[in-house]
């Protein structure tokens, strides 16, 4: 399989950091009326950049006082990944691209790969959650675990009797007493 990105940074290529956060902003706030994550105000009295990250504003709320950006309350806040990055991770995990696959593609380890995909699929369960499904339903395989080798169906572990003999014994059990026959 060809690599989508040849090079570690041409990922920045397929996508700009600040279109990343005014989709982003869009998304978050698409009324454009940006609202605080703390106590939901409105009353937004500042509003700047960061000098490292131009394209990610910093606001302070008029109500509460508190300071938040554009990625507080989200999955990207307190992570060192470019919001760029995170997108592209998004993208090649609904191609079901392997985590492997996705780690290789972007500037980051394959535990970082790895959640990136685990947040992609439960927010897909999240979505199908509630979902009914109606009319005929047709499934091509399905495994169904009979339980755990040697073990009876309520899962404690019971002995195995054997049949009676030929001259009328009593049934004995599975288990025997070390030495004798």
Same mark, same amino acid.
């Given at each position: 399989?060809?690599?989508?990105?040849?090079? !570690?940074?041409?990922?920045?290529?397929?996508?700009? $950091?600040?279109?990343?956060?005014?989709?982003?902003?869009?998304?978050?706030?698409?009324?454009?009326? *940006?609202?605080?994550?703390?106590?939901?105000?409105?009353?937004?009295? /500042?509003?700047?950049?960061?000098?490292?990250?131009?394209?990610?504003?910093?606001?302070?709320?008029?109500?509460?006082?508190?300071?938040?950006?554009? /990625?507080?309350?989200?999955?990207?806040?307190?992570?060192?990944?470019?919001?760029? !990055?995170?997108?592209?991770?998004?993208?090649?995990?609904?191609?079901?691209?392997? &985590?492997?696959?996705?780690?290789?593609?972007?500037?980051?380890?394959?535990? &970082?790969?790895?959640?990136?995909?685990?947040?992609?699929?439960?927010?897909?369960?999240?979505?199908?959650?509630?979902? *009914?499904?109606?009319?005929? *339903? $047709? !499934?091509?395989?399905?495994? *169904?675990?009979?339980?755990?080798?040697?073990?009876?169906?309520?899962?404690?572990?019971? !002995?195995?009797?054997?049949?009676?003999?030929?001259?009328?014994?009593?049934?004995?059990?599975?288990?025997? $007493?070390?030495?004798?026959?």
């Amino acid at each position: 399989m060809q690599a989508l990105c040849t090079q !570690a940074k041409s990922f920045t290529r397929l996508l700009d $950091e600040a279109e990343c956060y005014r989709q982003l902003r869009q998304l978050r706030w698409p009324d454009g009326q *940006v609202r605080c994550p703390y106590c939901g105000s409105e009353y937004i009295t /500042k509003c700047w950049t960061y000098f490292r990250q131009p394209a990610c504003r910093r606001y302070q709320c008029g109500c509460c006082g508190l300071s938040f950006n554009d /990625k507080t309350g989200t999955i990207f806040e307190h992570t060192k990944l470019p919001l760029a !990055a995170w997108f592209l991770g998004f993208y090649l995990a609904q191609l079901s691209q392997s &985590t492997a696959a996705i780690a290789r593609e972007l500037p980051c380890d394959y535990h &970082t790969a790895q959640r990136i995909v685990w947040l992609v699929r439960e927010q897909v369960v999240r979505l199908e959650e509630g979902r *009914v499904l109606q009319g005929t *339903v $047709e !499934a091509d395989e399905i495994y *169904v675990t009979a339980g755990h080798k040697g073990q009876a169906p309520g899962g404690g572990c019971k !002995a195995l009797t054997f049949p009676p003999s030929a001259e009328g014994q009593k049934a004995r059990t599975g288990t025997r $007493e070390r030495g004798q026959g």
